[in-house]
Protein backbone atom coordinates (compact mmCIF):
# COMPACT_ATOMS: atom_id res chain seq x y z
CA UNK A 1 0.00 0.00 0.00
CA UNK A 2 1.27 3.54 -1.13
CA UNK A 3 1.97 6.14 1.79
CA UNK A 4 0.19 9.40 2.27
CA UNK A 5 3.09 10.88 1.51
CA UNK A 6 3.54 9.39 -1.79
CA UNK A 7 0.27 10.75 -2.48
CA UNK A 8 0.67 13.76 -1.87
CA UNK A 9 3.85 14.20 -3.04
CA UNK A 10 2.37 12.44 -6.35
CA UNK A 11 -0.22 15.66 -6.74
CA UNK A 12 2.64 18.10 -6.23
CA UNK A 13 4.92 16.76 -8.57
CA UNK A 14 2.26 17.11 -11.24
CA UNK A 15 1.90 20.40 -11.09
CA UNK A 16 5.51 20.35 -12.37
CA UNK A 17 6.41 17.75 -14.09
CA UNK A 18 4.76 15.90 -16.95
CA UNK A 19 2.57 12.51 -16.42
CA UNK A 20 5.19 9.94 -17.50
CA UNK A 21 8.12 11.33 -15.45
CA UNK A 22 5.53 11.92 -12.58
CA UNK A 23 4.14 7.91 -13.35
CA UNK A 24 8.00 6.74 -12.85
CA UNK A 25 9.02 8.50 -10.18
CA UNK A 26 5.85 7.01 -8.05
CA UNK A 27 5.16 3.41 -8.12
CA UNK A 28 2.11 3.87 -7.25
CA UNK A 29 1.42 5.07 -10.89
CA UNK A 30 3.31 2.37 -12.74
CA UNK A 31 0.17 0.21 -13.75
CA UNK A 32 -1.20 3.44 -15.20
CA UNK A 33 1.72 4.26 -17.38
CA UNK A 34 1.78 -0.20 -18.54
CA UNK A 35 -1.81 0.03 -19.31
CA UNK A 36 -1.68 3.23 -21.37
CA UNK A 37 1.06 1.96 -23.69
CA UNK A 38 -0.85 -1.44 -24.20
CA UNK A 39 -4.19 0.38 -24.36
CA UNK A 40 -2.94 2.42 -27.07
CA UNK A 41 -1.08 -0.21 -29.07
CA UNK A 42 -4.70 -2.18 -28.85
CA UNK A 43 -5.77 0.92 -29.93
CA UNK A 44 -4.05 1.08 -33.11
CA UNK A 45 -2.92 -2.34 -34.27
CA UNK A 46 -3.67 -3.86 -37.28
CA UNK A 47 -4.75 -7.59 -38.33
CA UNK A 48 -1.05 -8.21 -39.00
CA UNK A 49 0.07 -6.81 -35.53
CA UNK A 50 -2.72 -9.77 -34.36
CA UNK A 51 -1.12 -12.17 -36.35
CA UNK A 52 2.53 -11.52 -35.76
CA UNK A 53 2.22 -11.93 -31.59
CA UNK A 54 3.21 -7.94 -31.59
CA UNK A 55 0.00 -7.20 -29.48
CA UNK A 56 0.33 -10.54 -27.39
CA UNK A 57 4.10 -9.74 -26.94
CA UNK A 58 2.64 -6.05 -25.88
CA UNK A 59 0.54 -7.97 -23.23
CA UNK A 60 2.80 -9.81 -21.62
CA UNK A 61 5.24 -7.01 -21.61
CA UNK A 62 2.42 -4.48 -20.11
CA UNK A 63 1.57 -7.46 -16.54
CA UNK A 64 5.35 -8.57 -16.42
CA UNK A 65 5.79 -11.58 -18.08
CA UNK A 66 7.97 -13.42 -20.13
CA UNK A 67 6.41 -16.57 -21.02
CA UNK A 68 2.51 -16.99 -20.48
CA UNK A 69 2.90 -20.76 -20.09
CA UNK A 70 0.25 -22.51 -18.66
CA UNK A 71 -1.76 -19.33 -19.10
CA UNK A 72 -1.07 -18.67 -22.83
CA UNK A 73 -4.54 -19.06 -24.10
CA UNK A 74 -6.06 -16.97 -21.55
CA UNK A 75 -3.59 -14.27 -22.84
CA UNK A 76 -4.30 -15.18 -26.19
CA UNK A 77 -7.58 -14.51 -25.86
CA UNK A 78 -7.21 -11.08 -24.01
CA UNK A 79 -5.26 -10.09 -27.22
CA UNK A 80 -8.25 -11.13 -29.38
CA UNK A 81 -10.31 -8.96 -27.84
CA UNK A 82 -8.19 -5.56 -27.01
CA UNK A 83 -7.81 -4.82 -30.40
CA UNK A 84 -10.09 -2.64 -32.79
CA UNK A 85 -9.07 -4.07 -36.18
CA UNK A 86 -11.91 -6.87 -35.97
CA UNK A 87 -15.66 -7.26 -36.81
CA UNK A 88 -18.40 -7.02 -34.03
CA UNK A 89 -18.47 -10.66 -35.36
CA UNK A 90 -15.66 -11.48 -34.66
CA UNK A 91 -15.26 -9.95 -31.18
CA UNK A 92 -18.40 -11.10 -29.97
CA UNK A 93 -16.86 -14.95 -30.66
CA UNK A 94 -13.61 -13.72 -29.15
CA UNK A 95 -15.29 -12.25 -25.87
CA UNK A 96 -17.60 -15.56 -25.48
CA UNK A 97 -14.11 -17.56 -25.80
CA UNK A 98 -12.72 -15.45 -23.09
CA UNK A 99 -15.16 -15.81 -20.96
CA UNK A 100 -15.08 -19.34 -21.22
CA UNK A 101 -11.53 -19.71 -20.43
CA UNK A 102 -11.73 -17.30 -17.36
CA UNK A 103 -14.35 -19.35 -16.24
CA UNK A 104 -12.34 -22.55 -16.14
CA UNK A 105 -8.89 -21.42 -15.77
CA UNK A 106 -7.47 -21.95 -12.17
CA UNK A 107 -5.90 -18.51 -11.26
CA UNK A 108 -4.08 -20.17 -8.15
CA UNK A 109 -0.31 -19.79 -9.50
CA UNK A 110 -0.87 -16.76 -11.54
CA UNK A 111 1.09 -13.77 -9.32
CA UNK A 112 -1.07 -11.63 -7.64
CA UNK A 113 0.73 -8.23 -9.73
CA UNK A 114 -0.17 -10.31 -12.78
CA UNK A 115 -3.91 -10.63 -11.74
CA UNK A 116 -4.33 -6.89 -10.91
CA UNK A 117 -2.52 -5.67 -14.12
CA UNK A 118 -4.90 -8.12 -16.21
CA UNK A 119 -7.74 -6.95 -14.18
CA UNK A 120 -6.64 -3.11 -15.04
CA UNK A 121 -6.09 -3.78 -18.65
CA UNK A 122 -9.59 -5.49 -18.91
CA UNK A 123 -11.34 -2.93 -17.25
CA UNK A 124 -9.80 -0.07 -19.06
CA UNK A 125 -10.49 -1.59 -22.30
CA UNK A 126 -14.03 -1.76 -21.43
CA UNK A 127 -14.57 -5.82 -21.18
CA UNK A 128 -16.12 -5.57 -17.78
CA UNK A 129 -17.56 -9.05 -17.42
CA UNK A 130 -13.96 -10.79 -18.35
CA UNK A 131 -12.88 -7.82 -15.49
CA UNK A 132 -15.62 -9.09 -13.65
CA UNK A 133 -14.98 -12.96 -14.14
CA UNK A 134 -10.95 -12.49 -13.00
CA UNK A 135 -11.86 -10.36 -10.23
CA UNK A 136 -14.17 -12.73 -8.45
CA UNK A 137 -11.71 -15.37 -8.77
CA UNK A 138 -8.95 -13.31 -7.25
CA UNK A 139 -11.30 -12.14 -4.43
CA UNK A 140 -11.91 -15.82 -3.69
CA UNK A 141 -7.90 -16.63 -4.02
CA UNK A 142 -6.90 -13.59 -1.44
CA UNK A 143 -9.87 -14.57 0.90
CA UNK A 144 -8.09 -18.02 0.91
CA UNK A 145 -4.15 -17.40 0.76
CA UNK A 146 -4.03 -13.74 0.76
CA UNK A 147 -2.24 -11.39 3.52
CA UNK A 148 -4.68 -10.44 5.82
CA UNK A 149 -4.83 -6.90 5.33
CA UNK A 150 -5.76 -8.22 1.90
CA UNK A 151 -8.34 -10.17 3.33
CA UNK A 152 -9.78 -7.96 5.63
CA UNK A 153 -10.10 -5.76 2.42
CA UNK A 154 -12.29 -8.17 0.48
CA UNK A 155 -14.49 -8.72 3.53
CA UNK A 156 -14.84 -5.27 4.54
CA UNK A 157 -15.93 -4.18 0.06
CA UNK A 158 -18.48 -6.70 -0.01
CA UNK A 159 -19.97 -5.79 3.65
CA UNK A 160 -18.72 -8.68 5.69
CA UNK A 161 -18.29 -6.30 8.88
CA UNK A 162 -18.47 -8.80 11.37
CA UNK A 163 -16.24 -11.30 9.96
CA UNK A 164 -13.47 -8.42 9.15
CA UNK A 165 -13.91 -7.19 12.90
CA UNK A 166 -12.92 -11.27 14.11
CA UNK A 167 -10.32 -10.91 12.02
CA UNK A 168 -8.57 -7.59 13.06
CA UNK A 169 -9.01 -9.34 16.67
CA UNK A 170 -7.52 -12.46 15.81
CA UNK A 171 -5.01 -12.19 12.85
CA UNK A 172 -1.72 -12.18 14.51
CA UNK A 173 -0.57 -9.64 11.51
CA UNK A 174 -3.28 -7.17 12.87
CA UNK A 175 -1.95 -7.59 16.30
CA UNK A 176 1.01 -6.01 15.02
CA UNK A 177 -0.43 -3.41 12.94
CA UNK A 178 -2.42 -2.37 15.86
CA UNK A 179 0.89 -1.47 17.79
CA UNK A 180 3.04 -0.24 14.07
CA UNK A 181 -0.14 1.73 12.55
CA UNK A 182 -1.97 2.65 15.48
CA UNK A 183 -4.35 5.42 14.10
CA UNK A 184 -5.12 3.03 10.64
CA UNK A 185 -5.80 0.59 13.11
CA UNK A 186 -8.21 2.72 15.20
CA UNK A 187 -9.66 4.45 11.98
CA UNK A 188 -10.61 0.22 10.77
CA UNK A 189 -12.15 -0.56 13.96
CA UNK A 190 -14.50 2.72 14.24
CA UNK A 191 -15.84 1.73 10.98
CA UNK A 192 -16.59 -1.42 12.05
CA UNK A 193 -17.73 -1.36 15.37
CA UNK A 194 -21.11 0.54 15.46
CA UNK A 195 -22.41 -1.68 12.66
CA UNK A 196 -22.02 -4.55 14.56
CA UNK A 197 -22.32 -3.02 18.33
CA UNK A 198 -24.57 0.29 17.30
CA UNK A 199 -24.46 0.97 21.10
CA UNK A 200 -20.55 1.86 20.42
CA UNK A 201 -21.34 4.84 17.57
CA UNK A 202 -19.60 7.80 18.21
CA UNK A 203 -21.85 10.10 19.58
CA UNK A 204 -19.58 12.93 21.14
CA UNK A 205 -17.50 14.63 18.22
CA UNK A 206 -18.38 17.95 16.67
CA UNK A 207 -19.66 16.02 13.63
CA UNK A 208 -21.64 12.88 15.40
CA UNK A 209 -23.44 15.83 17.77
CA UNK A 210 -24.33 17.74 13.91
CA UNK A 211 -25.61 15.03 12.20
CA UNK A 212 -27.39 13.04 14.88
CA UNK A 213 -31.11 13.48 14.51
CA UNK A 214 -30.79 15.34 11.17
CA UNK A 215 -32.33 14.10 7.71
CA UNK A 216 -28.85 13.62 5.76
CA UNK A 217 -28.62 13.97 1.75
CA UNK A 218 -25.75 13.00 -0.22
CA UNK A 219 -26.35 14.80 -3.48
CA UNK A 220 -24.48 14.63 -6.55
CA UNK A 221 -22.78 14.15 -9.34
CA UNK A 222 -24.88 12.99 -11.83
CA UNK A 223 -28.48 14.59 -12.74
CA UNK A 224 -30.59 11.30 -12.54
CA UNK A 225 -33.60 13.27 -12.99
CA UNK A 226 -35.53 11.28 -10.71
CA UNK A 227 -35.85 13.75 -7.73
CA UNK A 228 -37.70 12.83 -4.16
CA UNK A 229 -38.78 15.13 -1.87
CA UNK A 230 -35.93 16.69 1.05
CA UNK A 231 -37.16 17.49 4.34
CA UNK A 232 -37.01 21.76 4.85
CA UNK A 233 -36.24 21.72 8.29
CA UNK A 234 -33.22 19.85 10.20
CA UNK A 235 -31.39 18.61 7.22
CA UNK A 236 -27.38 18.21 6.06
CA UNK A 237 -26.78 18.09 2.27
CA UNK A 238 -23.61 16.71 1.90
CA UNK A 239 -22.13 17.51 -1.87
CA UNK A 240 -18.47 16.86 -3.35
CA UNK A 241 -16.44 19.25 -4.51
CA UNK A 242 -18.25 22.05 -3.27
CA UNK A 243 -17.21 25.43 -4.74
CA UNK A 244 -19.85 28.08 -4.60
CA UNK A 245 -23.75 27.80 -5.09
CA UNK A 246 -23.06 29.48 -8.53
CA UNK A 247 -21.01 26.13 -9.83
CA UNK A 248 -23.67 23.53 -8.02
CA UNK A 249 -26.28 21.93 -11.10
CA UNK A 250 -28.80 19.41 -11.04
CA UNK A 251 -32.07 19.45 -9.72
CA UNK A 252 -31.39 19.99 -6.16
CA UNK A 253 -29.11 23.09 -7.04
CA UNK A 254 -31.65 25.49 -5.17
CA UNK A 255 -30.50 23.37 -1.78
CA UNK A 256 -27.52 25.04 0.24
CA UNK A 257 -24.43 22.93 0.73
CA UNK A 258 -23.83 22.17 3.99
CA UNK A 259 -20.57 19.84 4.33
CA UNK A 260 -18.36 19.26 1.17
CA UNK A 261 -15.97 16.43 0.88
CA UNK A 262 -12.72 17.63 -1.11
CA UNK A 263 -10.40 14.42 -2.77
CA UNK A 264 -6.28 15.63 -3.29
CA UNK A 265 -7.03 17.57 -6.04
CA UNK A 266 -9.68 19.69 -4.85
CA UNK A 267 -8.40 20.32 -1.73
CA UNK A 268 -5.43 22.00 -3.65
CA UNK A 269 -7.16 23.66 -6.10
CA UNK A 270 -9.17 25.31 -3.19
CA UNK A 271 -6.42 25.75 -1.65
CA UNK A 272 -4.55 28.05 -4.63
CA UNK A 273 -7.80 30.30 -5.02
CA UNK A 274 -7.49 33.51 -4.14
CA UNK A 275 -10.16 34.49 -2.53
CA UNK A 276 -12.43 31.07 -1.54
CA UNK A 277 -15.38 32.71 0.62
CA UNK A 278 -17.82 29.98 -0.53
CA UNK A 279 -16.29 28.08 2.09
CA UNK A 280 -18.31 30.16 4.64
CA UNK A 281 -21.44 28.61 3.39
CA UNK A 282 -20.05 25.70 5.07
CA UNK A 283 -20.32 23.98 8.43
CA UNK A 284 -17.52 21.26 7.86
CA UNK A 285 -15.12 20.69 5.34
CA UNK A 286 -13.82 17.27 4.65
CA UNK A 287 -10.49 16.35 3.24
CA UNK A 288 -9.76 12.76 1.56
CA UNK A 289 -6.63 12.92 3.88
CA UNK A 290 -4.03 15.35 5.34
CA UNK A 291 -2.33 17.57 2.82
CA UNK A 292 0.62 19.51 3.48
CA UNK A 293 -1.26 22.57 3.05
CA UNK A 294 -1.01 25.31 5.27
CA UNK A 295 -4.47 26.79 4.10
CA UNK A 296 -6.65 23.89 5.08
CA UNK A 297 -5.27 24.44 9.09
CA UNK A 298 -5.31 28.43 8.84
CA UNK A 299 -8.90 27.75 8.19
CA UNK A 300 -9.83 26.27 11.60
CA UNK A 301 -10.19 29.09 13.00
CA UNK A 302 -13.31 29.77 10.78
CA UNK A 303 -14.53 26.38 9.58
CA UNK A 304 -14.38 22.82 10.94
CA UNK A 305 -12.02 20.89 8.89
CA UNK A 306 -11.54 17.48 9.14
CA UNK A 307 -10.20 14.88 7.38
CA UNK A 308 -12.24 11.65 6.37
CA UNK A 309 -12.09 7.99 8.22
CA UNK A 310 -10.48 5.71 5.92
CA UNK A 311 -10.49 2.23 6.39
CA UNK A 312 -8.01 0.94 3.87
CA UNK A 313 -10.55 -2.08 1.48
CA UNK A 314 -9.23 -1.44 -1.77
CA UNK A 315 -7.93 -5.17 -2.71
CA UNK A 316 -5.79 -4.27 -5.27
CA UNK A 317 -2.95 -1.74 -5.34
CA UNK A 318 -3.19 1.45 -7.30
CA UNK A 319 -6.87 1.39 -6.86
CA UNK A 320 -8.54 4.84 -5.53
CA UNK A 321 -11.78 4.70 -3.80
CA UNK A 322 -14.26 7.17 -4.98
CA UNK A 323 -15.76 9.85 -3.05
CA UNK A 324 -19.25 8.41 -2.48
CA UNK A 325 -17.14 4.94 -0.89
CA UNK A 326 -15.56 7.84 1.24
CA UNK A 327 -17.95 9.46 2.14
CA UNK A 328 -20.26 6.52 3.22
CA UNK A 329 -16.61 4.74 5.11
CA UNK A 330 -16.34 8.61 6.93
CA UNK A 331 -19.95 8.50 8.06
CA UNK A 332 -19.64 4.65 9.34
CA UNK A 333 -18.38 5.42 13.02
CA UNK A 334 -21.61 7.44 13.34
CA UNK A 335 -23.57 4.52 13.58
CA UNK A 336 -27.39 4.44 12.38
CA UNK A 337 -28.09 7.83 10.17
CA UNK A 338 -31.27 9.12 8.77
CA UNK A 339 -28.61 8.64 5.35
CA UNK A 340 -30.11 9.33 1.92
CA UNK A 341 -27.86 9.06 -1.62
CA UNK A 342 -29.16 11.04 -4.72
CA UNK A 343 -27.83 11.73 -8.11
CA UNK A 344 -25.44 8.64 -7.93
CA UNK A 345 -25.26 6.27 -10.83
CA UNK A 346 -22.05 4.27 -9.61
CA UNK A 347 -20.66 5.37 -13.31
CA UNK A 348 -23.33 4.09 -15.44
CA UNK A 349 -23.35 8.09 -17.13
CA UNK A 350 -20.64 9.98 -16.54
CA UNK A 351 -22.29 12.95 -17.50
CA UNK A 352 -22.02 14.72 -14.46
CA UNK A 353 -24.06 17.57 -13.32
CA UNK A 354 -23.69 21.54 -14.76
CA UNK A 355 -20.88 22.91 -12.53
CA UNK A 356 -19.37 20.34 -10.69
CA UNK A 357 -15.76 21.12 -10.33
CA UNK A 358 -14.91 17.45 -11.86
CA UNK A 359 -16.42 18.54 -15.06
CA UNK A 360 -13.07 20.75 -16.22
CA UNK A 361 -10.60 17.96 -15.63
CA UNK A 362 -12.90 15.40 -17.51
CA UNK A 363 -12.70 17.79 -20.59
CA UNK A 364 -9.20 17.59 -20.28
CA UNK A 365 -8.92 13.64 -20.23
CA UNK A 366 -8.19 12.04 -23.13
CA UNK A 367 -9.58 8.74 -24.05
CA UNK A 368 -7.05 6.70 -22.11
CA UNK A 369 -7.32 8.74 -19.05
CA UNK A 370 -11.32 8.91 -19.22
CA UNK A 371 -11.28 4.69 -19.65
CA UNK A 372 -8.02 4.25 -17.06
CA UNK A 373 -10.76 6.18 -14.12
CA UNK A 374 -13.04 2.71 -14.43
CA UNK A 375 -10.02 0.29 -13.61
CA UNK A 376 -8.77 3.28 -10.93
CA UNK A 377 -11.86 4.13 -8.52
CA UNK A 378 -12.88 -0.01 -9.28
CA UNK A 379 -16.00 0.26 -10.27
CA UNK A 380 -16.96 -3.25 -8.78
CA UNK A 381 -15.62 -2.22 -5.33
CA UNK A 382 -17.42 0.99 -5.64
CA UNK A 383 -20.72 -1.08 -6.53
CA UNK A 384 -20.52 -3.94 -4.22
CA UNK A 385 -19.78 -1.24 -1.42
CA UNK A 386 -22.44 0.70 -1.77
CA UNK A 387 -24.99 -2.43 -2.58
CA UNK A 388 -23.68 -4.12 0.63
CA UNK A 389 -24.40 -0.88 2.48
CA UNK A 390 -27.75 -0.30 1.13
CA UNK A 391 -29.12 -4.13 1.90
CA UNK A 392 -28.25 -3.49 5.25
CA UNK A 393 -30.22 -0.57 5.72
CA UNK A 394 -27.39 1.96 5.49
CA UNK A 395 -28.79 4.66 3.43
CA UNK A 396 -32.01 4.67 1.05
CA UNK A 397 -31.37 5.96 -2.50
CA UNK A 398 -33.62 7.40 -5.19
CA UNK A 399 -35.46 5.48 -7.63
CA UNK A 400 -32.59 5.73 -10.36
CA UNK A 401 -29.97 4.60 -8.04
CA UNK A 402 -32.73 1.77 -6.13
CA UNK A 403 -32.50 0.10 -9.58
CA UNK A 404 -29.19 -0.03 -9.93
CA UNK A 405 -28.51 -1.53 -6.86
CA UNK A 406 -30.85 -4.22 -7.14
CA UNK A 407 -28.63 -5.16 -9.90
CA UNK A 408 -26.41 -8.78 -9.95
CA UNK A 409 -22.65 -7.68 -10.41
CA UNK A 410 -22.57 -9.82 -13.92
CA UNK A 411 -25.95 -7.39 -14.68
CA UNK A 412 -23.87 -4.05 -13.32
CA UNK A 413 -21.04 -5.21 -15.51
CA UNK A 414 -23.20 -6.09 -18.22
CA UNK A 415 -24.50 -2.16 -17.91
CA UNK A 416 -20.97 -0.65 -17.96
CA UNK A 417 -20.13 -2.46 -21.04
CA UNK A 418 -23.63 -1.38 -22.82
CA UNK A 419 -22.16 2.18 -21.90
CA UNK A 420 -18.84 2.00 -22.63
CA UNK A 421 -17.79 -1.17 -23.62
CA UNK A 422 -15.13 -2.30 -25.78
CA UNK A 423 -17.32 -3.04 -28.68
CA UNK A 424 -18.86 0.45 -28.92
CA UNK A 425 -15.44 1.64 -30.50
CA UNK A 426 -15.11 -1.19 -33.29
CA UNK A 427 -15.73 0.14 -36.73
CA UNK A 428 -17.27 -2.40 -38.93
CA UNK A 429 -14.51 -3.82 -41.40
Known amino acids: MVSRVSEILYHRYREVFDKEKTAKAFGYWKPYTQAETFFRLAKGATQEDLETGKVYSALLQAVGVRKANQYKQLFFHICSCSVYCISEVEFDKHYAQLCDELRNTDISSLDNSVTEMLICILSTLGLFTAALLLREKYETKVLSVGSALQKYSVLFQNGRFRDAYELLQKSTFFRAYKVLRPTTYASME ?5 VIHPEMADTHSSFAKYLQGKAIYIIGPSDNKTPVHLATDNRVVIRYAYIGNGKVGGY ?67 VSPNMLQIVLTDLLPYGKLNLTVLDNNLYLNRHYTEG ?6 QKKMDDFAFANQFAKHDVFCNFKFTRALFNQGLFTADPRLEDILSMSCEQFAEAMENEYGHKQGIQEV
Open 356 to 361: YASNQV
Open 190 to 194: QSLLP
Open 252 to 318: YKSIPTDVSYYNGMHATTVASMDDPVFLSDLSFAVLKYKLQVPFWDTLKQTLQVRYANRAPYTMQHG
